[in-house]
């Protein structure tokens, strides 16, 4: 599920690494006869916690820019999974971004001093890339969908833990797709939740059958004015190293196909099933 936006993440990333090195913006004309250039991309193939993923690096004409966030000729990248959750949560401020991103890119973890500068255009791209995420048209109804948090180290003057609350979803084709992420400080009430989830229906989701959350205060509330023919289910919601993995609790019993042959019905039913199966 984290494949699409790490690379998403990562590209944002690398693009704002050759703005920096070129110190102009794609079809910027302050780049005219200044020597170098962007010269297309090439394809990459990373293994992640989260998987294969691939993506496109860029490239100039010199021959002479060193991607740092995905060095030349490397081939696993490891904890990008807590690092794409934290950095994709609308809410947080641009100098926790910042500060996050400083620390991805210091000498500690991948051995390579980056200036201030560099920090401050590889925000900016990533900002962008996520900003674009965040807002993309949803389905307009999804069978089920599963909130939950998972508490990941945040930094600005100094470290604390918040809680990142993620909309995991399973589609009407079996298929599974995280609807949005957003930091929270842990006080988080039926306001807050009612905010999310007109995000959410102002973004395409007119209709959920079943929403999975796990004692989160004030979303029950919320789900039900924003959609009120909602079942609310409480669920046990365990995070994983790459995610969430939900383990429902209850026996749904008496569902009616409303007129539709039983075979039939299940045969709906299956892909949706499948996805949960899979997760």
Not at 231 to 253: D, E, K, R, W, Y
Request: charged share 20%.
């Amino acid at each position: 599920m984290l494949q699409q936006l790490t690379k998403r993440l990562l590209e944002s990333a690398l693009d704002g690494e050759i703005t920096d090195h070129l110190g102009y913006d794609k079809h910027d004309p302050a780049g005219r006869n200044t020597g170098n250039s962007r010269n297309g991309t090439r394809s990459k193939t990373v293994l992640t916690d989260v998987g294969s993923v691939e993506i496109t690096v860029p490239r100039d004409r010199n021959g002479s820019f060193e991607p740092k966030i995905v060095v030349k000729r490397q081939k696993r990248l490891t904890g990008v999974d807590e690092m794409v959750i934290s950095l994709a949560a609308k809410g947080l401020t641009t100098g926790e971004i910042s500060a996050h991103l400083a620390e991805v890119y210091g000498a500690e973890v991948y051995g390579a001093e980056v200036s201030r500068q560099r920090i401050s255009t590889i925000t900016d791209k990533v900002l962008e890339g996520m900003t674009e995420w965040q807002n993309r048209p949803l389905d307009p109804v999804y069978p089920v969908i599963f909130i939950d948090a998972i508490h990941v180290k945040i930094r600005d003057d100094q470290v604390a833990n918040r809680p990142i609350y993620v909309a995991l979803a399973v589609t009407c084709e079996g298929r599974r797709d995280i609807l949005g992420v957003w930091a929270g400080d842990g006080g988080e009430g039926a306001k807050y939740w009612l905010h999310v989830l007109t995000e959410l229906k102002n973004r395409g989701v007119a209709d959920v059958l079943m929403v999975v959350c796990d004692g989160l205060t004030g979303l029950p509330d919320a789900i039900t004015t924003v959609w009120p023919a909602t079942i609310t289910q409480t669920s046990s919601l365990h995070n994983g190293s790459a995610g969430m993995v939900p383990v429902i609790t209850c026996t749904v019993a008496g569902v009616d196909g409303g007129g539709t042959e039983p075979s039939l019905f299940v045969l709906l039913l299956a892909p949706i099933y499948q996805g949960l199966l899979q997760w």
